[in-house]
């Protein structure tokens, strides 16, 4: 073989991106992954392990998607930048169910226990997660990258 003739094709480099924040939004993250990991953790494994009552299918989906979704917040702890979508899925997801489904039911007058239930855990972790999230680091490497289209 002719090395003379081989040809080493590199990637190009990408634009520089922000990998670190700073050292408060990187306790503040890890804050959030370990409280959402014991708190959510410690209620959806007891019930998975002792259920209190028959679960039809979709209770399954359910209690089997929070059990993983802490499990994971668990590696947020160790790796909180990686896991970082964990955090803006609970924001998203939570911010949706204070908007599309608390509201709408409490201006109609209909909730019921389980709905006021999840009302103050909602209304404590969206705010944290607001504080906690690095919002530049999101702008940089998610959003930014999201609209370059060469």
Same mark, same amino acid.
């Given at each position: 073989?002719?090395?003379?003739?081989?040809?080493?094709? !590199?990637? =190009?480099?990408?634009?520089? !991106?922000?990998?670190?924040? $700073? =050292?408060?939004?990187?306790? /503040?993250?890890?804050?959030?992954?370990?409280? !959402?990991?014991? &708190?959510?953790?410690?209620?959806?494994?007891?019930?998975? #392990?002792?259920?209190?009552?028959?679960?039809?299918?979709?209770?399954?989906?359910?209690? $089997?998607?929070?059990? /993983?979704?802490? &499990?994971?917040?668990?590696?947020?702890?160790?790796?909180?930048?990686?896991?970082?979508?964990?955090?803006?899925?609970?924001?998203?997801? =939570?911010?949706?169910?204070?908007?599309?489904?608390?509201?709408?039911? $409490?201006?109609?007058?209909?909730?019921?226990?389980? $709905?006021?239930?999840?009302?103050?855990?909602? &209304?404590?972790?969206?705010?944290?997660?607001? #504080?906690?999230?690095?919002?530049?680091?999101?702008?940089?490497?998610?959003?930014? =990258?999201?609209?370059?289209?060469?």
């Amino acid at each position: 073989m002719n090395l003379e003739h081989s040809v080493i094709i !590199t990637p =190009k480099p990408e634009k520089v !991106t922000i990998k670190k924040v $700073s =050292k408060f939004k990187n306790c /503040a993250m890890k804050f959030v992954y370990l409280l !959402t990991f014991v &708190a959510l953790g410690y209620d959806v494994w007891s019930e998975i #392990i002792n259920p209190s009552e028959v679960w039809g299918g979709y209770d399954g989906v359910v209690y $089997s998607f929070w059990a /993983a979704y802490a &499990a994971l917040m668990g590696l947020g702890i160790r790796y909180p930048l990686k896991m970082l979508p964990l955090l803006l899925l609970q924001l998203f997801y =939570k911010s949706v169910w204070l908007l599309g489904i608390y509201l709408p039911l $409490s201006m109609q007058g209909q909730l019921d226990t389980a $709905s006021e239930g999840f009302l103050m855990p909602f &209304a404590i972790a969206i705010p944290l997660d607001l #504080i906690a999230i690095p919002w530049r680091y999101v702008y940089r490497n998610y959003i930014q =990258k999201l609209f370059r289209f060469s």
